[in-house]
């Protein structure tokens, strides 16, 4: 798998707050949200520079362990995002406003 470290960022507290995470970075990682399906089944979508859903993970387990998304140590945060479609990784950055 070919490795590529570009600009990601993951937004901490509100994913109706993307909009400002994504210029300027290639990808950003939106808040865990319930899915439809209940069960305790969460989505997290993931959105490209002009903020369009490109991608996303929906699971009830850990989504650290589901090959999506890497993790730091703990306090853990999303540094890492491998896209389902090209196999491509990202590395994550902070974001630029105190909550992502």
């Not at 989504?63 to 491509?88: K, M, R, V």
Request: charged share 10%; hydrophobic share 35%.
């Amino acid at each position: 798998m070919f490795a590529k470290v570009a600009s990601l960022v993951s937004i901490a507290l509100f994913a109706g707050r993307v909009a400002a995470i994504c210029p300027g970075f290639n990808f950003g990682i939106g808040n865990a949200h319930p899915s439809s399906f209940g069960n305790g089944i969460n989505h997290w979508n993931v959105y490209n520079d002009n903020c369009d859903i490109v991608d996303g993970l929906t699971t009830n387990q850990n989504p650290c362990s589901q090959g999506i998304f890497g993790y730091s140590p703990a306090p853990i945060h999303f540094n890492e995002y491998t896209s389902t479609t090209t196999g491509l990784r990202y590395a994550c950055r902070p974001g630029p406003n105190p909550d992502s």
